[in-house]
């Protein structure tokens, strides 16, 4: 079973930028974000494959959003920049144990979320 608990979540105002974070338990996983606003569907935000040579984006988190791991720590991150009102959401951790270096929007594991609300 993987443990995952994100942090980092928190109000900002539009243009600020946050830096969440995923601690997971020991192994290797390709991970990702997912975001789910109120009254909408869950929404693919980035992912990172195991080697962490493969990084994709939804298309709203290219150019303002980066994934990023530190295996070494345990920790992935998502650092968001130029943060807009539409990126209120609560944002998950997700990993799945499959080694894949494509895009992959299906994980069998899933955090608890972490609210970002953003004000204008």
């Known amino acids: 079973q993987v443990q995952l608990v994100e942090s980092g979540g928190g109000s900002v105002t539009t243009g600020e930028s946050l830096k969440l974070s995923c601690k997971f338990s020991g192994g290797r996983y390709y991970m990702g974000w997912f975001r789910q606003a109120p009254g909408k569907e869950r929404e693919y935000v980035a992912g990172?494959?195991?080697?962490?040579?493969?990084?994709y984006y939804g298309d709203f988190a290219r150019g303002r959003f980066a994934i990023s791991r530190d295996d070494a720590k345990n920790t992935l991150y998502l650092q968001m920049n130029s943060l807009k009102p539409e990126d209120t959401a609560v944002y998950f951790c997700?990993?799945?144990?499959?080694?894949?270096?494509?895009?992959?929007?299906?994980?069998?594991?899933w955090g608890q979320g972490t609210q970002v609300t953003v004000s204008s």
């Open positions: 990172i494959s195991r080697s962490g040579n493969s990084i």
């Open positions: 997700v990993a799945d144990p499959l080694t894949s270096e494509h895009l992959m929007v299906h994980f069998d594991y």
